[in-house]
């Protein structure tokens, strides 16, 4: 369980306009592409100082491509990271103020408390 | 010395700014009473006339991230830039430049490592709207120079409760110990109870509303007991899972003092969060 990159992807992707959208658009190639790519790169660290060891579980990566953030939920992804990122990909979709959000919260349902721990 | 000419907490509701600058069919139901209560907000801080503001928030993943994470961050720089590329894409936040008062980040930086509190420091620190949705509802002008500090309120694990506190009192009295005939404003904001994420997020009002209650009563009562004896870091998932950045009220509680009872209280039941102000003034109000 990888829960630092799964963060560390969404946090990564999130700032960056042209990640967003590919993201959005082709995610089975972007996140093949971040995490061969970007991974292991240690932020503020020249990229010849990058880290060597960082990888995602065939479930962490699977849910990423598959944009589901009810399983991202599940493995302990900062909820605040992938509700960001989501609403900048999906939001546009809105037809009414905060449907997409809305949505979001709602295929949370069968959550109880205590919530997935998302302690890195 | 310098003198605290006032306490203010708040929460910061990033669609403040959107909501309030909308006009005719984009402008939501509830902007006119919202933008009413925070002028009447904004006006308990300009009464004040303060010179400088320390001000207290917390960075959501923007600059400080997890491979290098400081629990409490005192920025001590000329400038602050502010607002992120993903708050312009999803509140509609301005991009800021605010001036920083070295002397003051310095003096606290020193006072509060003496006095027990190991905090980091950021010599290049761009701040998000924890801070600056302050400044647009209290003091849009932004022109008077800050001292931010951030609190870690979003990635555990979490200093404890009580910690916040001792840093507010400590904060309030390396203030008042500042060698300096200006007039400082502490102002700090947080949350009531809140989702972020979750399945309990964006409904109708706060996902716990008697926790809002509860809450507004301690602060506005200086009710510190009660509060610490109720608040822990495992209670505070119950709210809402994004409820610990109450904690940043109750730092500011520390500031205002055990006891203290408000001058300026007022609430707001929005959608998907309770909104809060307090102002305190520890001279008294000013004439």
Known sequence: MSKYLLDKFLYMVDRDPELVERYRSTPDELVTWWEAERANTVLNCH??????????????????????HVRLFELGAHPFLTLTLFIAMFERGNTEPLEYQKAFGARLAHFDMPYPDIAT | MASIVAVIA?????????ATTATGDDRPPFADEWERKILAFRE?????????????GSDHFHQLWLDNMPQFLVG???????????????????????????????????????????????????????VTCPIITLRPEADL??????????????????????????????VESWPSHLRVAIIGTGHLSLELGGPRQFGPHGPDPEFDRRAVEWIATGDLDNCLREVTLDSLHSPGNATHGFMDFMLMMGVA??????DHVDTLDLFHTMEAYFTWYPNGAPA
Do not use: C
């Open chain 1, 47 to 68: 990229t010849s100082e990058a880290s060597t060891w960082l990888r995602f579980t065939d479930d962490e990566r699977e849910a990423l491509i598959g944009h589901n």
């Open chain 2, 76 to 130: 001590k720089a000329p400038f602050y830039d502010a607002n992120w590329y993903n708050e312009e894409r999803e509140f509609g936040l301005p991009r800021m430049l605010l001036k920083g008062q070295e002397d003051l980040s310095a003096h606290i930086l020193r006072a509060g490592l003496d006095d027990g509190f190991d905090l980091a420091f950021s010599n290049e620190l761009r701040i998000d709207h924890s």
């Open chain 2, 145 to 174: 120079p800050i001292v931010p500090i951030y609190t870690n309120i979003f990635a555990p694990p979490l200093p404890q409760p009580k910690r916040f506190v001792q840093l507010g009192e400590s904060i309030r009295k390396i």
């Open chain 2, 44 to 56: 308990t801080l300009t009464r004040a006339n303060p010179d400088v503001l320390v001000m207290v």
């Open chain 2, 257 to 262: 003092g055990a006891g203290a009872k408000a």
């Open chain 2, 10 to 18: 708040s929460t910061h509701h990033p669609f403040y700014y959107r």
